[in-house]
Nanobody
Framework: HVQLVASGGGLVQPGGSLRLSCVAS????????IGWYRQAPGKQRELVAT???????VYADSVKGRFAISSDNAKNTVYLQMNSLKPEDTAVYFC??????????WGQGTQVTVST
């Protein structure tokens, strides 16, 4: 009964910033890794960034230097700080959780639109 609730999406102009949050909840839930994925119209879903429980992170080349992922392990929450946003960042952003038991879960997604 794990649920992921994402928030923080919206409309922003190019060069602006946005902060996404994803909270994972469930009975006795604990995560091993949490990642942010995005899918734009007509494109495949791609990994944006991921972070492990130990704090190691990986970023897609397209967002390096602009996005930052962080987590609050005690609250099973992950954040994605998005700076210097570009129109090509427009997509539905999904959080994905890998639990310590090996199960994976997807959030519903939050829309990020970067446009003038």
């Amino acid at each position: 009964h794990v649920q992921l609730v994402a928030s923080g999406g919206g409309l922003v102009q190019p060069g602006g910033s946005l902060r996404l949050s994803c909270v994972a909840s469930g009975c006795g839930f604990s995560f091993a890794a949490i990642g942010w994925y995005r899918q734009a119209p007509g494109k495949q879903r791609e990994l944006v960034a991921t972070i492990t429980r130990g704090g190691s992170s990986v970023y897609a080349d397209s967002v390096k230097g602009r996005f930052a992922i962080s987590s609050d392990n005690a609250k099973n929450t992950v954040y994605l700080q998005m700076n210097s946003l570009k129109p090509e960042d427009t997509a539905v952003y999904f959080c994905n959780v890998l639990s310590v038991t090996g199960s994976t879960f997807w959030g519903q997604g939050t829309q990020v639109t970067v446009s003038t």
